[in-house]
């Protein structure tokens, strides 16, 4: 069952890792408004639900502006960081698509990068997120 890596990882039986786009696709219901918790900086971050246990999954901002250093940069001090207090960080997932585009009227395809950046944590509910900050 694709879930059992994640579900690993929350479990601590697993290290934080890679994901794959389509798992975070799937357990978001293709990021939908529905499943929306809130909105920061450098995206939206959405509930992902497993069999019974939630995730919270980061969309960091889709344009061609994301920072690559910057991303990395901070998958590598999350993975760095394992306190009690802090969120617990369960993976990431760098995943780049070129789209094929017609264009009316011309012979050729154009292509477009897609790329998806997105940071996976533990869910916090409200509730506790208050108890981490006070
Ligand atoms: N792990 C989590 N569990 C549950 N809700 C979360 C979690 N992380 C973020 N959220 C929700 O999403 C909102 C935005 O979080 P996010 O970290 O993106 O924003 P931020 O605190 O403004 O930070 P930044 O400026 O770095 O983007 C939070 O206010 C919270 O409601």
């Given at each position: 069952m694709e879930y059992d890596m994640l579900e690993q990882i929350l479990e601590?039986?697993?290290k934080p890792t890679n994901l794959p786009f389509a798992?975070?696709?799937?357990?978001?219901?293709?990021?939908s408004e529905e499943r929306e918790i809130g909105q920061g900086g450098f995206g939206t971050v959405y509930k992902g639900v497993l069999r019974n246990r939630n995730v919270a999954v980061k969309r960091i901002?889709?344009?061609?502006?994301?920072?690559?250093?910057l991303?990395?940069?901070?998958?590598?001090?999350?993975?760095?960081v394992n306190h009690k207090n802090v969120v617990r960080f369960l993976g990431f997932c760098a995943n780049t698509e070129q789209a094929a585009i017609k264009i009316e009227g011309k012979k050729e395809y154009i292509y477009a990068e897609i790329r998806e950046r997105l940071l996976c944590f533990e869910y916090v509910s409200n509730g506790n997120l208050q108890n981490y900050i006070t």
């Open positions: 601590g039986k697993e798992l975070l696709q799937k357990i978001t219901d293709d990021f901002m889709n344009n061609y502006t994301i920072d690559e250093k991303f990395y940069r901070e998958v590598n001090s999350l993975l760095k």
